[in-house]
């Protein structure tokens, strides 16, 4: 083999190392398939969080930032506390129905709740916490959760915040509502 071959293979076996050890950019998006059920599933693998310059004024200004000023959980430095701490996660319907998920926050201490999601033609916003009315919540539950319902074929991507300084952050799981 040619010097010029030994440095090019070097490159790219160097290069696919890096890939490797290096982990996606992006965080995965959840696809849900036909038959698949969804039982506490850890939403971790499928979240990143902001690591951008700037704060969003809200979830929805938040949905506007690009997907190079997020970077997977597993990937981000220890989350901050007494800080408000943006998010995204994005799940595809595969299947040929509609599903409805719960994505479940497993914490009630939270102070604020920021949440922007959007579907096709359809968004949700909302503000809820432990210093909101209990009214103020997606879903009517000791703990913050949240109802997902995706269309057969759509994508349906959040944004949001939490803001909490006396508790811990949970990764939330999915399960089928």
């Given at each position: 083999?040619?010097?010029?071959?030994?440095?090019?293979?070097?490159?790219?076996?160097?290069?696919?190392?890096?890939?490797?050890?290096?982990?996606?950019?992006?965080?995965?998006?959840?696809?849900?398939?036909?038959?698949?059920?969804?039982?506490?599933?850890?939403?971790?693998?499928?979240?990143?969080?902001?690591?951008?310059?700037?704060?969003?004024?809200?979830?929805?200004?938040?949905?506007?930032?690009?997907?190079?000023?997020?970077?997977?959980?597993?990937?981000?430095?220890?989350?901050?506390?007494?800080?408000?701490?943006?998010?995204?996660?994005?799940?595809?319907?595969?299947?040929?129905?509609?599903?409805?998920?719960?994505?479940?926050?497993?914490?009630?201490?939270?102070?604020?709740?920021?949440?922007?999601?959007?579907?096709?033609n359809s968004s949700?916003?909302?503000?809820?916490?432990?210093?909101?009315?209990?009214?103020?919540?997606?879903?009517?539950?000791?703990?913050?959760?949240?109802?997902?319902?995706?269309?057969?074929?759509?994508?349906?991507?959040?944004?949001?915040?939490?803001y909490t300084p006396?508790?811990?952050?949970?990764?939330?799981?999915?399960?089928?509502?």
């Open positions: 083999m040619t010097g010029i071959r030994k440095t090019g293979l070097v490159h790219v076996v160097s290069g696919i190392l890096l890939w490797l050890v290096a982990g996606p950019l992006l965080a995965a998006t959840l696809e849900i398939t036909d038959g698949m059920v969804l039982d506490r599933l850890p939403a971790g693998p499928y979240m990143s969080v902001y690591t951008g310059v700037g704060t969003p004024a809200d979830a929805r200004a938040a949905s506007a930032l690009p997907e190079q000023d997020f970077v997977p959980v597993g990937k981000a430095s220890p989350l901050r506390m007494m800080q408000q701490q943006w998010f995204r996660f994005s799940i595809r319907n595969a299947s040929s129905s509609p599903r409805s998920l719960i994505l479940d926050f497993d914490q009630a201490l939270y102070s604020r709740i920021d949440w922007y999601s959007r579907s096709g949700k916003a909302l503000v809820t916490g432990q210093s909101y009315p209990h009214a103020s919540r997606d879903v009517d539950y000791n703990h913050f959760a949240f109802r997902l319902d995706i269309a057969p074929g759509e994508t349906l991507t959040a944004d949001f915040s939490i006396y508790a811990a952050l949970f990764v939330p799981v999915f399960s089928d509502s």
